[in-house]
DNA sequence: GCCCTATTAGACAGAACTGTCTAATCTTGA
DNA sequence: TCAAGATTAGACAGTTCTGTCTAATAGGGC
């Protein structure tokens, strides 16, 4: 009998309760500036039970973001298959799905951009699990542009998630929903001019 | 007599040392990451020599960022300057300039993305110095675009911003150079779709 | 020489930080 | 019922953080 469960996901009330509160404070605030204090005070949980899920605030805060991408793809892979099996269709709910974000009055970026703006060092884990997450992110438009027929759709699929990354810095920078129309519609001169030749 | 200096941007070595030590540091490892202490270590300054110059760590930071927004700025229009006359030969040198930064051994993202990243509140001074420089950016690129002879450089001054910070963004996440060629690529096929339509 | 400012080292306060430890209590399944 | 694990409150250590204060010194313009 193991004193300490694997870190792994496994689903507790509290541990589930725990990854919540310290997202949302995290998310506002940024993770440095983010005490453990704060979030168990906010959570109402004691320390221990903090130190009896994850072994250090920096494991927290990896489990934060395999939660969040974890809860993101399930979004995106809905919005999808809601979407139909259009592929131009598809790409466009792809974009769509962002809107009610950068809507959100409580947007402040991308948590994940954020995180390796804070863990700067590639070999760091809160780094490593972002770069698992926006991976996924490309290799989920390289699908939907082979869908459309996109011939080369490796280089294509890296240049729209570069306009996403950008949108999601651009709108938080300037406070600005904007960006997100300025992406899509790139997003799609790109395509189009990709299918053209 | 003011006991203080004006916080503008008075150049003394002492302040200026203190600036490019901070900004050294900073980059490296982020701005909350970074205490005065470590920045007073690194540069052998006395603390009172920093609170002479800056009134808080916060007002340090925003020099910082002026300071670098300024020689950025310098390095772009010489950039442009020895890119001569030609609009395509310019905007092709824009793009050159960020080769070295992206290929850099120190290369860590973009120092302003990351202090919006941990300065999140909009109507922080240092989110504002931000949002000052890359607006900037933005203007430049706007200037490339109407040299070019696109009758509406805005939108796609700003679609073209989204790929460099996308590019800035995902070359730090994955630690991959090929990010800027990407970004260039598609800047260049929006540039062309522009023309033809 | 003289004065004013810049600078120094270092102590100091007060807060916040992560992480550990204890001892009591709650919960739950065997 | 009982035993084991989960959770609690809170003290605690040790570090680090920003910012202030003092008292001494250095240095440059008059």
């Known amino acids: 009998m193991p004193d300490l469960p694997p870190s792994t996901g496994d689903s507790t009330p509290k541990r589930d309760h725990l990854i919540a509160t310290a997202f949302r404070l995290f998310y506002r605030d940024g993770y440095h500036a983010v005490g453990i204090d704060r979030i168990l005070a906010e959570a109402k949980l004691a320390k221990m039970t903090l130190y009896h899920h994850f072994e250090s605030k920096e494991e927290l805060i990896v489990a934060v973001l395999v939660q969040?991408?974890?809860l993101i793809n399930e979004r995106v892979q809905t919005a999808l298959r809601e979407?139909?099996?259009s592929p131009r269709?598809?790409?466009?709910a792809?974009?769509?799905r962002y809107e009610p974000i950068f809507a959100s009055k409580e947007f402040n970026g991308c948590g994940f951009i954020r995180a390796v703006a804070e863990y700067?060092?590639?070999h760091s884990p809160v780094h490593q699990a972002v770069i698992r997450h926006k991976q996924r992110d490309i290799d989920t438009i390289q699908e939907l542009l082979a869908?459309?027929?996109v011939v080369e759709p490796g280089p294509l699929a890296r240049q729209i998630a570069l306009l996403l990354e950008g949108a999601?810095?651009?709108a938080h920078t300037f406070g600005d929903t904007s960006a997100l129309a300025h992406a899509r519609n790139a997003a799609l001169a790109l395509?189009?001019?990709a299918r053209r030749s």
């Not at 269709?89 to 466009?92: A, D, S």
């Open 68 to 70: 969040r991408s974890a």
């Open 83 to 85: 979407a139909g099996p």
């Open 89 to 92: 269709k598809r790409l466009l």
């Open 94 to 96: 792809y974009f769509a």
């Open 120 to 122: 700067p060092d590639i």
């Open 147 to 149: 869908g459309l027929g």
């Open 168 to 170: 999601l810095v651009s």
């Open 191 to 193: 395509v189009k001019a």
